[in-house]
C-alpha cells in the first residue's frame, strides 16, 4: 500500500520552518516568551504559544507524505481495515484517513498536527506513533513537550469488596514529590488539593467514573491494542524509572498536551458522608529545550535537527557496532515528568544481588518466594543479562523455590533482552527462545534488501541485512540472501499483503551470559508491552506459566499484554536503512522530515504458537488470575508481592 500521491507533492516544495517563523508577521504580544523560563505554566498560556503559528501547507506535505511512506512499512496496516475481536475498537482505514487530514482545512499548525496526534493515538498501538520522543500517535516536539498534570492521581481500589475509584491516598506525598512550583501554584490560588486525597469518586465531567477511564483509554491513552489495559494505563500505577521506583500520574490525571485546563470531580472525602463537586486545575508541565520567544521556541524544539533524519551508514565517518540491537519497545511520555515512589511504598526488604538497574530482585519474609520485578527489557545490555544471573544465583543460594516476575508497567526494550530472560528461566533444552517472525514485503523493502546485497553490507550496517536473521533450523543466514524475493503472499481483510520469509532471531550471539539447559525453578503481571509483552506471551504458549492481572474497570476483561510487535524502527532508523540501501531518491521513499518529530513503526510480526496465520498481537490471551488493588497493594510493590504469592503459590 503505497503513500505515492502524497509522495509526489512532496517532491514540489522543500522549505524549513525556520524561514517561515521568521517571516510570519509578530504579534502585539509574544505568547511564548510570556511562558518562557517557566517549568509549570496554565493550559491556556501554554495553547497560546503552540497555537501562535499559523498552518502551513508545505509542512502538512511534508509531514503526511513522510507518514504515508513509513506506513507501507507498518506490518499490522491491513488488520486495522477491520480489527479481529476483542481488539475492533482499534478499526480505521489509515489511507481513508491520511486523505481527509490532507484536504481538511486548518486554523494553526498546532491544530493540524493534534488532528494527526489524535489519529495515531486511537490506533492505540504504542510501536507506530509519529512522535518527538514518544509516547503515542504523532508527537512533534513543538506540541509534545506539553503535559498536563493535576494533584489528585485516580486509581481503581476494592474496599469491602466492592470496587471504586478514588484519589490516590498517597496524592499529597506523591504531589510534593513534583516540588514547590507545581503545588505552590494551587495554594496560591487557594485550591486545598491535600484534602482531596483518599476521596472516593462518584463522577468524573458528571460521567459515572469508569464510563469516563473507558472514555480516556478510547481516545487519549493509546499504546495498547486492549482497551482493558488503556483503563487500567488511566490510573496511577508504580513502576521503574531511572533505575528507581517511581509512581506514574496516570493517563486521567497527566494527559500529554495542554487542551484542558480542569476535571470535574463530584467525591466525597475521607471522613465525610457528604458528596461535594470539584474542578481541579490543570497545570502543564513544559519538558522540552529552553526559549525565549515564539522564535526560540520553534529553533529549539520544532525544526528539524541534525538526529531528526537518517543517515548513510556506508559513509567513511561511521564506525560499525559489532552488532545492533533490535528494540521493541513503547515510551512513555509522562516518564520526562516521573517522580519517585513516596519513600513509605517502597521496599524494605533488602534487594539481592543484580538490583541496581531496570531489575529489582528481592526474597519476600516466607524466605521460599524470590521476586524479580522487571522494569523494562532496556537500560544496559549486557548488564541486564548479568543482572538476572546475580538474581537467580543468591535465589537458588538461598534456598528460593518459587519466582514471582514482575511486568508492572514495563513498556518493553531489547528484543532479545525477552528472549534472554525467558531461555535463563526455562533452560536452553527449550531451543529457540523466540518467536518466528516477519517484515511486510512492500517494494521498497525489496528495493532496501536487494541494494544491500549490492553493496555487500552486512548486520553491522543495517537491519534488513540476512545475517540478522536465522533459517527457521535456526542456522544463521548469510548476508547475501535475499530473503524478500520472492515474497510470501498473505491476505489479510481481503488485502494482499505480501510477506517476507519466515525467520528466527539470532539472539544468542549477543548474549554474554551462558543459558543453563534445565530452568533453575519450576515455571509458573498488567501494563505490559512490546518485549514484555512477547515474553509473558512466550511464558504462557510454551509453559502455561500462571499469569495474574491487577486493576482494571470490574466485570471488564483485560488481557495480560497490551500489544506485541516483534520489532520496532525508529523515523531515524527506517530511513538509516532507506539510505543505506541506496534508495532514498525512490519515488516511494518517504521524505525527510522538516520538523523535529519521530514516526515509529512496528516493522516485524511475531508469529502465534497457537496459530501460525495469526500475529501474536490479534491472539487474546486473558490472565489465569486477576485480582483488584487495594488501598494495601496499590502504590506498595512489597505489599502486592506477598499478597500475590500467597494467591498463586498456595
Same mark, same amino acid.
Given at each position: ?21 521568521? @517571516? ?5 504580544? /509574544? ?13 491556556? %498560556? ?19 507524505? +513522510? ?25 480505521? /482505514?489509515?489511507?481513508?484517513?491520511? @486523505? ?26 504504542? =510501536?507506530? =506513533? ?20 493535576? &494533584? ?25 514529590? *513534583? ?28 460521567? /459515572? &467514573? ?26 496511577? !500505577? ?95 511520555? #509522562? ?54 544471573? @546475580? ?19 514495563? #513498556? ?14 526455562? $533452560? ?8 518466528? !517472525? ?14 544491500? *546485497? ?27 540472501? +535475499? ?10 481483510? $481481503? ?58 474497570? &470490574? ?40 520538523? !523535529? ?18 500475529? *501474536? ?14 488501598? %494495601?497493594?496499590?502504590?506498595? &510493590? ?13
Amino acid at each position: 500500500m503505497s503513500g505515492s500521491w502524497l509522495h509526489a507533492i512532496s517532491l514540489l516544495t522543500c522549505v524549513g520552518y525556520a524561514s517561515f517563523a521568521a @517571516a510570519a508577521a509578530p504579534p502585539a504580544a /509574544d505568547p511564548c516568551a510570556k511562558i518562557a523560563g517557566k517549568s509549570f505554566i496554565l493550559p491556556t %498560556d501554554a495553547l497560546a504559544c503552540q497555537k501562535a503559528f499559523p498552518f502551513n501547507e508545505t509542512l502538512r506535505q511534508n509531514v503526511l507524505s +513522510n507518514i504515508a511512506g513509513v506506513f507501507d512499512f507498518f506490518t499490522f496496516e491491513d488488520y486495522y481495515l477491520k480489527s479481529p475481536p476483542p481488539f475492533q475498537e482499534s478499526t480505521v /482505514d489509515i489511507r481513508a484517513t491520511l @486523505a481527509r487530514l490532507n484536504r481538511t482545512r486548518f486554523a494553526t499548525d498546532y491544530d493540524f498536527n493534534w488532528a494527526v496526534y489524535q489519529f495515531t493515538t486511537q490506533l492505540n498501538d504504542g =510501536h507506530t =506513533h509519529i512522535f518527538t520522543f514518544l509516547l503515542q500517535g504523532w508527537f512533534p516536539n513543538c506540541y509534545t513537550n506539553f503535559q498536563n498534570i493535576i &494533584p489528585t492521581p485516580l486509581v481503581s481500589l476494592e474496599e469491602n469488596g466492592v470496587q471504586s475509584i478514588f484519589v490516590a491516598p498517597d496524592a499529597v506525598e506523591f504531589s510534593n514529590l *513534583i516540588g514547590t512550583e507545581f503545588t505552590g501554584f494551587f495554594d496560591s490560588i487557594g485550591f486545598d488539593w491535600k484534602r482531596l486525597a483518599g476521596a472516593k469518586v462518584i463522577q468524573i465531567e458528571d460521567q /459515572d &467514573p469508569y464510563d469516563y477511564a473507558d472514555f480516556v483509554a478510547k481516545t487519549v491513552s493509546g499504546n495498547y491494542l486492549d482497551h482493558g489495559v488503556r483503563v487500567n494505563s488511566a490510573f496511577s !500505577s508504580y513502576r521503574i524509572s531511572g533505575n528507581a521506583f517511581s509512581q506514574r500520574i496516570g493517563d486521567m490525571a497527566g494527559p500529554t498536551g495542554s487542551v484542558q485546563t480542569s476535571l470535574k470531580l463530584k467525591l466525597i472525602p475521607v471522613n465525610s458522608t457528604r458528596a461535594e463537586t470539584v474542578s481541579v486545575p490543570f497545570l502543564t508541565n513544559f519538558l522540552g529545550s529552553p526559549f525565549t520567544d515564539k522564535a526560540s521556541f520553534w529553533a529549539n524544539n520544532c525544526a528539524a535537527t541534525d538526529s531528526t533524519n537518517g543517515i548513510d551508514f556506508k559513509g567513511a565517518s561511521f564506525s560499525p557496532p559489532p552488532r545492533r540491537l533490535p528494540r521493541a519497545d513503547i515510551i512513555d511520555k #509522562g516518564e520526562s515528568s516521573a517522580v519517585g515512589l513516596p519513600h513509605e511504598f517502597e521496599p524494605t526488604l533488602p534487594p539481592v544481588n543484580g538490583s541496581t538497574g531496570v531489575i529489582k530482585s528481592f526474597i519476600l519474609p516466607d524466605s521460599k518466594t524470590g521476586v524479580m520485578f522487571v522494569g523494562s527489557f532496556g537500560g544496559d545490555f549486557n548488564g541486564f543479562q548479568h543482572d538476572v544471573v @546475580a538474581a537467580v544465583t543468591q535465589f537458588k543460594a538461598a534456598g528460593v523455590t518459587h519466582l514471582l516476575i514482575d511486568l508492572t508497567d514495563n #513498556g518493553g526494550g531489547f528484543v532479545c533482552l525477552g528472549q534472554f530472560l525467558h531461555q535463563y528461566l526455562a $533452560g536452553s533444552k527449550i531451543g529457540y527462545p523466540g518467536f518466528v !517472525s516477519t517484515t511486510r514485503g512492500n517494494p521498497l523493502a525489496q528495493k532496501i534488501v536487494a541494494g544491500d *546485497i549490492a553493496f555487500g553490507l552486512n548486520g553491522n550496517f543495517a537491519f534488513y541485512t540476512a545475517d540478522n536473521w536465522a533459517f527457521l533450523n535456526d542456522t544463521q543466514m548469510p548476508a547475501s540472501f +535475499n530473503y524478500l524475493s520472492p515474497v510470501a503472499p498473505f491476505v489479510v481483510n $481481503g488485502r494482499p499483503d505480501p510477506t517476507s520469509q519466515r525467520f528466527h532471531d539470532t539472539c544468542d550471539l549477543g548474549f554474554v551470559e551462558s543459558v543453563p539447559e534445565d530452568p533453575p525453578f519450576d515455571l509458573n503481571n498488567g501494563q505490559c508491552a512490546s518485549t514484555c509483552a512477547m515474553f509473558s506471551t512466550l511464558m504462557n504458549e510454551r509453559h502455561n506459566t500462571k499469569i495474574a492481572i491487577f486493576g482494571g474497570r &470490574p466485570g471488564q476483561s483485560i488481557e495480560f499484554k497490551g500489544m506485541s510487535g516483534n520489532q520496532v524502527l525508529e523515523w531515524f532508523d527506517l530511513d538509516s536503512e532507506i539510505k543505506t540501501g541506496g534508495v532514498k531518491d525512490d519515488p516511494l521513499a518517504p521524505p525527510d522530515l522538516l520538523v !523535529s518529530a519521530n514516526m515509529r513503526v512496528n516493522w516485524r510480526t511475531a508469529w502465534s504458537f497457537f496459530d501460525d496465520q495469526r500475529p *501474536i498481537a490479534y491472539v487474546s490471551e486473558l490472565p489465569k488470575f486477576r485480582f483488584a488493588y487495594t488501598k %494495601d497493594t496499590y502504590n506498595n &510493590p512489597q505489599n502486592l508481592w506477598t499478597f500475590a504469592a500467597s494467591k498463586l503459590f498456595s
